[in-house]
């Protein structure tokens, strides 16, 4: 499974963003599709996960209210809504496919596939 992230870019805060993945996965809907980000000298972090159908999604106390997840199986992509951007959302962002179950939802072990990474800066 490839995927493909895009949508990164330098805003101030207070604004928005709206991060894509593609994944090039035939079977693209039997994964769960994870978002984790990584800033400057800290561990690489969950931001949330939309389970197959779309139906169930969950996100980190930092992402609530803010962070919209969403997927397409239509057109395998998975989207994050960053909205009301603050400046500690900088960071690289990630994309991950997996099958993982329970609290391996919200850890980086339990996927299998990443993205490259897509730079979010945001300033004040």
């Known amino acids: 499974v490839q995927l493909q992230a895009s949508g990164g870019g330098s805003e101030q805060a207070g604004s928005s963003l709206r991060l894509s993945c593609a994944a090039s996965?035939?079977?693209?809907?039997?994964?769960?599709m994870g978002w984790f980000r990584q800033a400057p000298g800290k561990e690489r972090e969950f931001v949330g996960a939309?389970?197959?159908?779309?139906?169930?999604?969950y996100y980190a106390d930092s992402a609530k209210g803010r962070f919209t997840i969403s997927r397409d199986n239509n057109k395998n992509t998975v989207y994050l809504q960053m909205n009301s951007l603050k400046p500690n959302d900088t960071a690289v962002y990630y994309c991950?496919?997996?099958?993982?179950?329970?609290?391996?939802?919200?850890?980086?072990?339990?996927?299998?596939?990443w993205g490259q990474g897509t730079q979010v800066t945001v300033s004040s």
């Open positions: 996965a035939r079977t693209f809907s039997r994964y769960v």
């Open positions: 991950a496919a997996g099958t993982p179950l329970g609290y391996a939802i919200r850890t980086d072990t339990g996927y299998d596939y």
């Open positions: 939309v389970l197959w159908s779309g139906g169930i999604i």
